[in-house]
């Protein structure tokens, strides 16, 4: 089992920036790629980033490229999102994740998911 739990939500401005933070806890952390997801009321969750186990390789959605960077320390078992030049379109819900399978930037490659950490970007 591996325990996700997200800070660093909040409301901003358009254009401004937030930091997520994802702690891990339980199985061995480094082991695990690690994505983000995003929700919003009535739609499906949709990949926002991921990040390999040995930190070698990063993925975005096409819509937070060049304004959201995806790291991590494996030391900390921590996993970040920083997010960038803020639209009132990345409000939502957003959840860290712990990838068992390949493929993570697909949902079905990952068994742990954290509580969610609301986002809201005012325009």
């Known amino acids: 089992q591996v325990q996700l739990v997200e800070s660093g939500g909040g409301l901003v401005q358009a254009g401004d920036s937030l930091r997520l933070s994802c702690a891990a806890s339980?199985?061995?952390?480094?082991?695990?790629?690690m994505g983000w997801f995003r929700q919003t009321p009535g739609k499906e969750r949709e990949f926002v980033a991921a990040?390999?186990?040995?930190?070698?390789?990063?993925y975005y959605a096409d819509s937070v490229k060049g304004r959201f960077t995806i790291s991590r320390d494996n030391a900390k078992n921590t996993v970040y999102l920083q997010m960038n030049s803020l639209k009132p379109e990345d409000t939502a819900v957003y959840y860290c994740?712990?990838?068992?399978?390949?493929?993570?930037?697909?949902?079905?490659?990952?068994?742990?998911w954290g509580q969610g950490s609301q986002v809201t970007v005012s325009s």
């Open positions: 994740a712990a990838a068992g399978r390949s493929g993570i930037t697909t949902i079905r490659a990952y068994d742990y």
């Open positions: 339980g199985r061995t952390f480094s082991r695990y790629g």
């Open positions: 990040i390999t186990w040995s930190a070698g390789v990063t």
